[in-house]
């Protein structure tokens, strides 16, 4: 029987990012008792049929650091008492500066988790005060310092590319300074902006002014570049791993492999069925059984989603494992969409591998079209 991993999402948070549309809850922290309530009582409910054990858990938002770190050890409880949770496994905490105390860190580590992931997008102060993060620099360090004092070694660190007024210099020197600190995972992403959040206004009415695409690909390949140069392995779009530390969570996503969401607006993928949680906070207090939606994922949606999910990845798709899980050859089911991408020059194929070649790592967008 499969593993299958955890995801549980935590809405709240002291102030939106202005690119940031997820689902998030600024000035509602006195609601995180009776979510939390709530929270657990789906996690017992939903375990019921459940019969797999647990390799990875990731506790995402929103900021989960921000609310009180006894309701975190609440939330892992209640997954230990009611899922089979291998002692090994990966179990994550999204954090951000200016929102944790060492006995927050402290309480973490007894919890059981061992991977924190950082969300610090750059370390010039002036770019994080344009996108509205309530940190600075200096706080990032801070919070770093601590996790490595406490006995965290599993530590990704979140930075961002194609930033408003955002220099290629300033991208190298983030690099720079953040490899100094020797973390084991990094992940850049590149800015996406959303509607209706405060950047896409102020972009609109011409107050800030975002690098064109030109200047966001040098930046992306610097990255690249450097992070590789640094002994990083570029094993996802926008992720990059020292031996033995990528997001097993993440990867096995990628990997098509069954996890179940707990909390407002938060996703599940069991059994060729996708679930999504109503992504209202007070409809969840008040019924978070009530609002999901339900999508029986037909074979050829499935393997449509398997081959978008996997050019995620560096490696690409293995054409036997591709075959060992659903029998058919990639290479004649999808004969039409691989033909016209490699001649586009955005795959490449060998005896067992259809991967995405470097033209495909800019144009990434245009391989998934393919498959959804």
């Not at 978008?308 to 075959?323: A, N, P, Y």
Request: net charge negative; glycine share 6%; proline share 2%.
């Amino acid at each position: 029987m499969e593993n299958i991993g955890i995801y549980v999402h935590i809405p709240f948070c002291i102030h939106k990012c202005y690119y940031c549309d997820f689902i998030s809850y600024p000035n509602k922290l006195d609601k995180q008792k009776e979510y939390v309530q709530v929270l657990t009582k789906e996690i017992e409910v939903r375990s019921k049929n459940v019969k797999n054990y647990v390799d990875t858990i990731y506790i995402g938002g929103g900021t989960p650091s921000v609310i009180d770190s006894s309701y975190i050890m609440e939330i892992l409880g209640a997954i230990r008492k009611n899922y089979k949770v291998k002692k090994n496994a990966e179990i994550t905490i999204e954090v951000n500066p200016g929102t944790v105390t060492e006995e927050k860190l402290k309480d973490y580590k007894m919890a059981g988790i061992n991977r924190l992931s950082i969300g610090l997008q750059s370390t010039k102060n002036n770019l994080l005060e344009k996108i509205g993060r309530i940190h600075k620099y200096e706080d990032f360090l801070n919070t770093y310092k601590l996790a490595q004092k406490i006995g965290f070694k599993n530590i990704n660190v979140d930075l961002m590319i194609g930033l408003p007024e955002q220099s290629l210099q300033d991208v190298e020197d983030s690099l720079v300074e953040i490899i100094k600190l020797k973390p084991r995972h990094i992940s850049v992403y590149s800015l996406i902006l959303e509607e209706n959040t405060k950047l896409e206004v102020l972009v609109n009415l011409g107050k800030l002014d975002l690098p064109d695409d030109e200047l966001e690909r040098q930046m992306y390949w610097k990255v690249k570049g450097v992070l590789e140069d640094n002994e990083y392995e570029h094993y996802e779009i926008s992720n990059f791993a020292k031996k033995g530390y990528k997001s097993k969570h993440n990867f096995n996503c990628w990997k098509q492999h069954n996890y179940l969401g707990f909390g407002v607006s938060a996703h599940s993928y069991y059994n060729n069925i996708r679930y999504s949680n109503t992504n209202n906070l007070e409809e969840y207090l008040k019924n978070p059984e009530g609002k999901n939606i339900e999508e029986k994922q037909t074979l050829e949606e499935a393997k449509k989603e398997y081959m978008m999910l996997g050019l995620r990845t560096l490696d690409g798709i293995s054409i036997s494992e591709f075959k060992q899980k659903y029998v058919d050859n990639p290479l004649y089911l999808f004969k039409n969409e691989l033909s016209k991408l490699t001649n586009e020059g955005l795959l490449e194929i060998d005896l067992d591998n259809i991967k995405l070649t470097n033209k495909g790592l800019d144009l990434a967008n245009l391989v998934w079209e393919e498959f959804i």
